[in-house]
């Protein structure tokens, strides 16, 4: 990760095996995440009322890591896991904010 994470873009930090890696919700890695996970709207929805699994959210970050060649799917569950909910609820708002408000 070279560059600095761009907020306005909706891009955030996941630290798996102690190196940081870049998400970007981009609408390539939203669309794939889709595909996979149903409607984002409805996974929105989920996250708000508390009802979003690990896996829902290991998925999304997978789909919007910038450079996934780098890390396994695998490891990213296990970096969710290692934050717990309160440490993945960062990044995790960063990627759902991007989905409901768009670029500024």
């Given at each position: ?51 979003l699994r690990l896996s829902e959210m290991a998925c999304l970050f997978w789909h919007c890591l910038t450079e996934r060649n780098t890390v396994t799917r695998e490891a990213v569950g ?27």
């Open positions: 990760m070279n560059a600095p994470i761009n907020a306005l873009r909706g891009e955030a930090v996941l630290t798996v095996h102690g190196t940081p890696h870049r998400l970007r919700p981009s609408f390539a890695a939203l669309v794939a995440a889709e595909e996979e996970l149903g409607p984002l709207f409805a996974l929105v929805e989920r996250a708000g009322a508390g009802e296990e970096a969710v896991l290692a934050l717990g909910l309160a440490g993945a609820a960062a990044p995790l708002r960063q990627v759902l904010g991007q989905i409901l408000q768009g670029r500024a």
